[in-house]
């Protein structure tokens, strides 16, 4: 029985784990924006830009040092916008962190490593997207 429920849960997570592709993908049909590779020096992180011109959202490979974790591997992040007053509140619960490399008070960092839900990040997508979308070029 304990087999059983233990295979259920690694079908499970394995189902809820979000991807950068994912992410590209869903962006594309919600909103119809590409990724861009703006950095010779960071070849697989990638911006997702609002059709406003702003980024809502970026998508890196990082040492985990960097962020402060455990480990000395690499771990793939992804930056949005979030609203200050829930910032706060956010990046105090586990796998979300300040914003890196970005300003702290107004973006996240969420962990894509399989510890934060699908429609959960989707989510923080939307919410990035339509916070960026008052914002004029």
């Known amino acids: 029985m304990w087999y059983a429920y233990h295979q259920d849960m690694i079908r499970y997570k394995s189902e809820q784990i979000v991807d950068r592709e994912d992410i590209f993908k869903y962006a594309k049909k919600q909103y119809g924006t590409l990724p861009e590779y703006l950095w010779s020096s960071s070849p697989d992180s990638a911006v997702l830009r609002h059709k406003n ?19 000395e591997s690499n771990v793939d ?3 949005v916008k979030c609203d200050p007053e829930m910032a706060g509140m956010i990046i105090s619960t586990d796998r979300f962190l300040p914003g890196y490399h970005m300003n702290k008070q107004h973006w996240i960092t969420i962990l894509l490593d399989g510890t934060v839900g ?13 916070l960026i979308d008052g914002i004029r070029s």
């Open 53 to 71: 011109g702003k980024w809502y959202a970026i998508i890196m490979n990082v040492e985990k040092a960097k962020l402060g974790l455990d480990g």
């Open 118 to 130: 699908k429609s959960k990040i989707l989510d923080f997508l939307d919410m990035s997207y339509d």
């Open 77 to 79: 992040i992804m930056n």
